[in-house]
């Protein structure tokens, strides 16, 4: 429990709070002035916040979300807010309305994607819906009716435009796709993405409202997150057209094991709620495909898990939380599994001696990559962190994730519900009143 700062019902309070404030009406904005709209995977992890408050209100967040959903089927990265600027870039730099066929005619949206948890949010909806009565019951229960055939497309799109040769891993064509933006991780990768001289002008918003430009990505990051965003806008979104047009294409291994795990949890629902037969058949071989998809890339000793960029031909090694990918998926063999939680707790992440709270660092403090201030270069985060609990929890680890709860409590007990934190100091970074920080102490305490 905290150590300092608030206690548990203060901080439940303090959540409850910030998640009202950045309350717009049918959307949360994923933080206040940083990041004023709806981001895709920010929206599940906040609908999981706000279910133990209001099911109703926890269900309007994802109708929002999915009232965004392209034609094909993809859930886009954001959702903005009507009349809201302060973001860069924005709906004019993107104009998929006006370049590809399947952006819908409604909301302004991004166009490109972030990882697939919504059908973790959906069984906390539908979890939370039975402590209730019937009337509670049937908001979650019709909104399952509602949105079913929409969840599937979702996957489908998933399984099938992002998977097209059948690897059983999600391909990315950006690394804001990961949710993870500058993960060392794909460091290789963009070095490869050369901005060309007609990129069209630009003035980045982010560091306007982080003054300390050692917490954002850097200018030479940005040109190329913006190069590649030119390089989709000439292909129109197309998913066809964007398996050769980009010049950066990673299979990404924790997205595709965040897909296989959330392909489960998703069929296991259809099953419990007499969902069609043929759904949950095809949800339960995506997850099966997926999770092959992901040990494939395991090394055999250690278990770690390794993104495969496309476009090099090979196996990216670095040492961040998604070499835990496979913890999440399940399907090593027990040996490696073993090891692999064994590197997880041990001096190379979570146990390693100077951290301040034994929290998964987004990079291992040890590798060359490492910058302890650096958005997803080396901080703890306290929604990757939910995320491990919740998803050990599932698999039977039931100490492992009061540990990880324990600490992130712990941690959250400043009260500043920090986008991110620097490992060794405990210090809040990025974006303060953060929703989906918010939302994974909620969960906790619930
Ligand atoms: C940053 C994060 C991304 C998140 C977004 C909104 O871009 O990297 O994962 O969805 O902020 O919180």
């Given at each position: 429990m905290p150590d300092r700062g608030f206690t548990p019902t203060q901080l439940a309070a303090r959540a409850a709070y910030l998640l009202r404030g950045n309350d717009l009406g049918t959307m949360t904005t994923a933080a206040p002035r940083l990041y004023p709209h709806m981001w895709s995977w920010d929206a599940a992890f906040v609908a999981v916040g706000l279910a133990p408050l209001s099911v109703e209100r926890a269900v309007v967040e994802l109708d929002t979300l999915l009232s965004a959903q392209w034609r094909n089927g993809m859930i886009p990265h954001i959702v903005y807010a009507n009349g809201v600027d302060g973001y860069f870039p924005g709906p004019g730099r993107w104009q998929c309305r006006e370049l590809a066929d399947a952006a819908p005619a409604g909301p302004d949206t991004s166009g490109i994607t972030q990882p697939p948890v919504h059908a973790i949010a959906v069984q906390r909806i539908l979890d939370h819906s039975r402590r209730h009565g019937r009337s509670t019951r049937a908001v979650a229960e019709e909104f399952?009716?509602?949105?079913?055939?929409?969840?599937?497309?979702?996957?489908?799109?998933?399984?099938?435009?992002?998977?097209?040769?059948?690897?059983?891993?999600?391909?990315?064509?950006?690394?804001?796709?990961?949710?993870?933006?500058?993960?060392?991780?794909?460091?290789?990768?963009?070095?490869?993405?050369?901005?060309?001289?007609?990129?069209?002008?630009?003035?980045?918003?982010?560091?306007?409202?982080i003054a300390d430009p050692s917490q954002r990505p850097t200018d030479v990051e940005y040109d190329r997150y913006l190069w590649l965003l030119e390089e989709m806008r000439r292909a129109r979104y197309d998913d066809y057209e964007l398996t050769t047009a980009m010049s950066f294409a990673v299979q990404d291994v924790f997205v595709s094991a965040v897909f296989a795990l959330a392909c489960d949890v998703l069929s296991q629902i259809g099953e419990e709620h007499a969902r069609p037969r043929a759904d949950v058949r095809e949800l339960s071989e995506w997850a099966d495909r997926f999770r092959s998809g992901v040990i494939a890339t395991a090394d055999a000793r250690s278990g770690a898990a390794r993104d495969f960029d496309l476009r090099a031909d090979r196996l990216v090694h670095t040492e961040t939380s998604a070499m835990f990918a496979p913890l999440l998926c399940g399907g090593l063999p027990r040996d490696a599994e073993r090891q692999l939680l064994r590197t997880f707790e041990g001096p190379r992440f979570c146990g390693h001696p100077d951290l301040r709270y034994?929290?998964?660092?987004?990079?291992?403090?040890?590798?060359?990559?490492?910058?302890?201030?650096?958005?997803?270069?080396?901080?703890?985060?306290?929604?990757?962190?939910?995320?491990f609990s919740w998803a050990f929890a599932r698999?039977?680890?039931?100490e492992r994730a009061a540990t990880l709860r324990t600490e992130g409590l712990r941690q959250a007990a400043d009260g500043t519900f920090a986008e991110y934190y620097e490992p060794f100091t405990g210090e809040p970074l990025g974006s303060m009143q953060q929703s989906w920080t918010a939302a994974s102490v909620l969960d906790w305490l619930g």
């Amino acid at each position: 429990m905290p150590d300092r700062g608030f206690t548990p019902t203060q901080l439940a309070a303090r959540a409850a709070y910030l998640l009202r404030g950045n309350d717009l009406g049918t959307m949360t904005t994923a933080a206040p002035r940083l990041y004023p709209h709806m981001w895709s995977w920010d929206a599940a992890f906040v609908a999981v916040g706000l279910a133990p408050l209001s099911v109703e209100r926890a269900v309007v967040e994802l109708d929002t979300l999915l009232s965004a959903q392209w034609r094909n089927g993809m859930i886009p990265h954001i959702v903005y807010a009507n009349g809201v600027d302060g973001y860069f870039p924005g709906p004019g730099r993107w104009q998929c309305r006006e370049l590809a066929d399947a952006a819908p005619a409604g909301p302004d949206t991004s166009g490109i994607t972030q990882p697939p948890v919504h059908a973790i949010a959906v069984q906390r909806i539908l979890d939370h819906s039975r402590r209730h009565g019937r009337s509670t019951r049937a908001v979650a229960e019709e909104f399952l009716d509602r949105r079913w055939g929409d969840l599937m497309r979702w996957h489908r799109w998933l399984a099938h435009a992002r998977d097209p040769k059948f690897d059983g891993r999600i391909t990315i064509y950006h690394g804001w796709e990961s949710g993870m933006d500058n993960s060392p991780r794909w460091d290789r990768a963009y070095a490869r993405v050369t901005p060309g001289p007609d990129l069209p002008p630009y003035v980045r918003a982010d560091t306007q409202v982080i003054a300390d430009p050692s917490q954002r990505p850097t200018d030479v990051e940005y040109d190329r997150y913006l190069w590649l965003l030119e390089e989709m806008r000439r292909a129109r979104y197309d998913d066809y057209e964007l398996t050769t047009a980009m010049s950066f294409a990673v299979q990404d291994v924790f997205v595709s094991a965040v897909f296989a795990l959330a392909c489960d949890v998703l069929s296991q629902i259809g099953e419990e709620h007499a969902r069609p037969r043929a759904d949950v058949r095809e949800l339960s071989e995506w997850a099966d495909r997926f999770r092959s998809g992901v040990i494939a890339t395991a090394d055999a000793r250690s278990g770690a898990a390794r993104d495969f960029d496309l476009r090099a031909d090979r196996l990216v090694h670095t040492e961040t939380s998604a070499m835990f990918a496979p913890l999440l998926c399940g399907g090593l063999p027990r040996d490696a599994e073993r090891q692999l939680l064994r590197t997880f707790e041990g001096p190379r992440f979570c146990g390693h001696p100077d951290l301040r709270y034994a929290l998964p660092p987004s990079t291992s403090p040890v590798s060359g990559d490492f910058r302890a201030r650096e958005y997803w270069r080396g901080p703890v985060w306290p929604v990757l962190s939910w995320l491990f609990s919740w998803a050990f929890a599932r698999r039977g680890w039931a100490e492992r994730a009061a540990t990880l709860r324990t600490e992130g409590l712990r941690q959250a007990a400043d009260g500043t519900f920090a986008e991110y934190y620097e490992p060794f100091t405990g210090e809040p970074l990025g974006s303060m009143q953060q929703s989906w920080t918010a939302a994974s102490v909620l969960d906790w305490l619930g």
